[in-house]
């Protein structure tokens, strides 16, 4: 193990998060004026704490629910719960019923970028280079105005960063002290309410040095925040070390995952875990087969056999693994590249869990059953998996912790029954199949969780 092993607070050893996207969720309106009355939905989202604890899961990890215009990623108000979902109120009385079920609750921040009608921007296009807000901003004024910001009149505005094209998201300056006094503050503040941490919307996207400030200072006063940055490709254990984070989101695993399943390409998959077994030696990745940004497993597998598959991966291996709220039913839903293109992931839940679909139930069963097994053995939670078998089809993989420590899982893509070696292999604990001595017997498309 790495001497510069980040582990994170103690409580994340044990947490199995369910992501939601609270606006979808509760169906609130696609656009909203961050001026109108509370209509108070969160209570929406409060009232499924019991199906988070039916799944196993014992953590909330919600998506934006700050003041905003659009989606949720366009804040114009950090400090201030997005009227379309309610008032602080709500948002204090979910920590608290999360809190009293033993529910840690995440929240997440955009802190690379803010909406056009955020004050510290307005006040920039309203009182120009002399805004106090100016040096939130990369901006570039016209030459005139450069040289000489007396000449600046209303209605000149200058152009600016944004976030990857968008231009209603206008990008924050990460260099200026003023904005790691914001960010710090509007983390803490939030903390100090109830939150136990922050997922770090596109994280990659900003300066380490940054985060590491803003890390240390939050730390200050909340050594046991748990910060996880979305990092999509690149140096992920750099990315957690020269950031002061505890973890990041491990979209590597996610793509190889529903790829090597699609492809019968199982040797993408041995390569994705060797990977990942090298970032355990660091830090615990936050593992996950589907969010708020993608299309979902169920309808992204293009075989149905092969969902308990993906699953059984995310859960049989180290990391702290989310769910997405559909996920454990089976939900479908494809995000396309074009406006509007999330909709059908971040659908609306009906009013309790006891409305969803029967459906669902052997998905959920599922989802129960592997959760169940990994809360058995919480030393997965840092397991490193080693690749013992692989062909194009077949793949055995052993996950393993400390002395005595060790698990053994058989996938097969084939359309017949196969008989893999599992080394040392004593009992089936999941799955459908037969143990003898040191193989095991799958059926078609079959997988099995061993002891061993």
């Known amino acids: 193990m790495s001497s510069a092993r980040v582990d994170g607070p103690a409580w994340v050893q044990d947490a199995v998060l369910w992501h939601v996207y609270p606006l979808g969720a509760v169906g609130a309106e696609q656009t909203g004026d961050p001026g109108a009355a509370a209509v108070h939905r969160l209570p929406q989202i409060t009232a499924w704490l019991d199906h988070v604890l039916a799944l196993g899961a014992n953590g909330l990890l919600l998506g934006p629910v700050f003041a905003s215009q659009t989606h949720g990623y366009d804040t114009v108000d950090h400090l201030r719960v997005d009227p379309r979902l309610g008032d602080d109120g709500d948002l204090d009385a979910l920590f608290a019923a999360a809190s009293a079920t033993g529910v840690r609750v995440l929240l997440d921040g955009v802190f690379n970028h803010v909406g056009r009608e955020h004050p510290a921007f307005r006040a920039v296009l309203e009182q120009g280079p002399s805004a106090p807000t100016a040096s939130w901003f990369r901006l570039r004024w016209p030459d005139d105005v450069?040289?000489?910001?007396?000449?600046?009149?209303?209605?000149?505005?200058?152009?600016?960063?944004?976030?990857?094209?968008?231009?209603?998201?206008?990008?924050?300056?990460?260099?200026?002290?003023d904005v790691v006094d914001h960010v710090a503050h509007v983390m803490t503040h939030w903390l100090d309410r109830g939150a136990a941490g922050w997922r770090l919307d596109a994280a990659y996207a900003v300066p380490s040095s940054f985060w590491a400030q803003v890390s240390d200072r939050v730390r200050e006063r909340h050594p046991d925040a748990y910060l996880l940055g979305e990092v999509i490709h690149g140096d992920y254990a750099g990315a957690v070390r020269e950031g002061h984070l505890d973890a990041v989101t491990q979209y590597e695993?996610?793509?190889?995952?529903w790829s090597g399943l699609n492809e019968g390409n199982l040797w993408e998959l041995s390569h994705a875990l060797g990977r990942h077994a090298g970032f355990l030696e660091d830090f615990t990745p936050q593992t996950f087969v589907g969010n708020h940004d993608v299309t979902r497993i169920a309808s992204?597998?293009?075989?149905e056999r092969h969902l308990a598959h993906a699953l059984v991966v995310l859960l049989t291996t180290g990391g702290t693994p989310s769910v997405y709220y559909g996920d454990e039913h089976g939900f479908r839903g494809v995000k396309e590249d074009r406006e509007g293109g999330d909709d059908a992931v971040r659908p609306a839940l009906p009013a309790s869990p006891d409305d969803l679909s029967p459906v669902g139930?052997?998905?959920m069963a599922l989802h129960q059953e592997l959760v169940g097994l990994r809360r058995r053995h919480r030393w997965l939670h840092t397991a490193r998996p080693s690749v013992l078998q692989v062909e194009n089809r077949r793949l055995v993989v052993a996950s393993e912790g400390g002395p005595g420590e060790r698990l053994l899982l058989a996938l097969s893509l084939e359309d017949g029954p196969v008989t893999l070696e599992v080394p040392g292999a004593t009992e089936v604990l999941a799955g459908e199949a037969h143990l003898d001595g040191g193989s095991v017997r799958l059926g078609p498309h079959g997988w099995a969780v061993l002891a061993g």
Do not use: I, N, Q
């Open 146 to 177: 450069a040289a000489d910001p007396s000449v600046w009149t209303p209605g000149v505005e200058p152009d600016y960063d944004d976030f990857e094209g968008h231009r209603h998201l206008v990008a924050l300056d990460h260099t200026s002290p």
């Open 253 to 257: 695993l996610w793509k190889a995952v």
């Open 300 to 303: 992204r597998l293009e075989d």
């Open 361 to 363: 139930l052997p998905v």
